[in-house]
């Protein structure tokens, strides 16, 4: 049975050192990238981020970015695919992301899910929960491909 361990880099190193075909880069503030070429089944090349965040650096927050811009006049029907995957699937939550509603012309949809891990997690389950986020996001991508043209 697997030890709860006080949740750091450390793990998150881990997991990715064990997907041995997977490179992988570590920022100036110590988050972790994962670059993936384009699939024609999304139809677009995404970026996996894993953060260590907030106060006591207990959030660990799994990101995955888009290289697809949205154009504002798509800004509707990019939320509203957004909404309807939401509302029927349990993860990674996918939202419309925008700097700045006045300004920007184009906007990005991240799919993500962040866990409180103050009181530890085991090695097992932050391998789990990074690939069902990073599952989830492949399948919001290929259904956004397949059904909204995005």
């Known amino acids: 049975m697997s030890?709860?361990?006080?949740?750091?880099?450390?793990?998150?190193?881990?997991?990715?050192?064990?997907?041995?075909?997977?490179?992988?880069?570590?920022?100036?503030?110590?988050?972790?990238?994962?670059?993936?070429?384009?699939?024609?089944?999304?139809?677009?090349?995404?970026s996996l981020w894993m953060t260590v965040e907030g106060e006591n650096k207990s959030i660990y927050a799994v990101r995955v970015y888009s290289d697809k811009r949205i154009s504002k006049k798509d800004w509707g029907r990019a939320m509203k695919l957004c909404n309807e995957w939401n509302a029927h699937k349990r993860w990674g939550k996918a939202f419309l992301h925008i700097n700045n509603p006045d300004t920007d012309t184009t906007a990005q949809i991240l799919v993500e899910e962040e866990i409180d891990l103050e009181t530890g997690i085991h090695q097992e389950l932050l391998n789990d929960f990074t690939n069902t986020v990073f599952v989830s996001a492949n399948n919001f991508w290929t259904e956004a491909h397949q059904k909204g043209g995005f």
């Open 3 to 46: 030890t709860v361990q006080t949740f750091d880099r450390n793990m998150i190193k881990n997991y990715l050192d064990s997907k041995q075909s997977w490179k992988y880069l570590q920022d100036q503030n110590g988050n972790f990238v994962v670059e993936f070429a384009r699939d024609e089944d999304t139809g677009c090349e995404l």
